[in-house]
C-alpha cells in the first residue's frame, strides 16, 4: 500500500491531453515538493518534473506538473505513442523523514 | 556521464543477509546522498534509505532495524546490508544518486537495478 494514491491506469489517443493525479496528506504533498518519475519496461525511473513543476533539461514541456493542497497532477498534452510508460509521483513526508512514492500510473496511447 | 551499477547474489535463503554494492563511475561519490530504492515485481517502489555527504543515514522505520547502508569513498561504492529476509524482500534493488537537499528528494541517476529472489 503506497502512502500516496494514483490511479492505477490511465489512457489517451494520439495528440490528446491526459492527467494523472496523486493524492497525499499534509505530511508529504501538503508541505513538501512533488517530483514525478517516468518509467519505460525494463528501465529504472527518470525524472519527469521536480519541485511541483519544474522540467529537468530535456524533457519537452508537453509534461507539466501542478500541485494543489495535499494533491498534485501530472498533465501531458500532444500524448505520442513513446509516453506510453508508468508515472510515479513521490514527495519528502515529514512523519517519515524521508520520501514516499505513488503506487504508479501506467499510461497507455491507444 | 554518471553510471551507476549494482551487484550481488541474486538469490538469498530465508533468514539470511542480502548484500549489494553499487559502483559508481564517471564522477565523485562525494558531494551528493546516495541511496537505495526497491520496487517490488507488482511495480511499487519503495524507499529503503539513505548515505548523504555529512555521513548521517536515514532508514525507512519499517526496515531500520535490518537495514545498513554505507559509503567507500576510496572504492566509489555504495552498499547495502538487509538482514534476516523473508519472500517480502524479493524486489528489484535499485542504487540512486540523489541531488540538491535530502528533502528534496530528487534523484537524478539510477542504477539499472539488481533483481533479488528469496527463496530456500
Known amino acids: 500500500q503506497s502512502v500516496l494514491t494514483q490511479p492505477p491506469s490511465a489512457s489517451g489517443t494520439p495528440g490528446q491531453r491526459v492527467t494523472i493525479s496523486c493524492s497525499g496528506s499534509n505530511s508529504n504533498i501538503g508541505s513538501n515538493t512533488v517530483n514525478w518519475y517516468q518509467q519505460f519496461p525494463g528501465t529504472a525511473p527518470s525524472l519527469l518534473i521536480y519541485t511541483d513543476n519544474q522540467r529537468p533539461s530535456g524533457v519537452p514541456d508537453r509534461f507539466s506538473g501542478s500541485k494543489s493542497g495535499t494533491s498534485a497532477s501530472l498533465a501531458i498534452s500532444g500524448l505520442q505513442s513513446e509516453d506510453e510508460a508508468d508515472y510515479y509521483c513521490?514527495?519528502?513526508?515529514?512523519?517519515?523523514?524521508?520520501?514516499?512514492f505513488g503506487g504508479g500510473t501506467r499510461l497507455t496511447v491507444v | 556521464q554518471v553510471q551507476l551499477q549494482e551487484s550481488g547474489p541474486g538469490l538469498v535463503k530465508p533468514s539470511e543477509t542480502l548484500s549489494l554494492l553499487c559502483t559508481v563511475s564517471g564522477g565523485s561519490i562525494s558531494g551528493y546522498y546516495w541511496n537505495w530504492i526497491r520496487q517490488y515485481p507488482g511495480k511499487g517502489l519503495e524507499y529503503i534509505g539513505y548515505?548523504?555527504?555529512?555521513?548521517?543515514?536515514h532508514y525507512n522505520p519499517s526496515l531500520k532495524s535490518r537495514v545498513s547502508i554505507s559509503v567507500d569513498t576510496s572504492k566509489n561504492q555504495l552498499s547495502l546490508l538487509l538482514s534476516s529476509v523473508t519472500t517480502a524482500d524479493t524486489a528489484l534493488y535499485y542504487c540512486?544518486?540523489?541531488?540538491?537537499?535530502?528533502?528534496?528528494?530528487?534523484?537524478?541517476?539510477w542504477g539499472r537495478g539488481s533483481l533479488v529472489t528469496v527463496s530456500s
Open positions: 513521490a514527495a519528502w513526508d515529514d512523519r517519515f523523514h524521508g520520501p514516499v
Open positions: 540512486a544518486r540523489g541531488f540538491g537537499t535530502v528533502a528534496a528528494g530528487l534523484f537524478d541517476y
Open positions: 548515505f548523504d555527504y555529512s555521513q548521517t543515514t
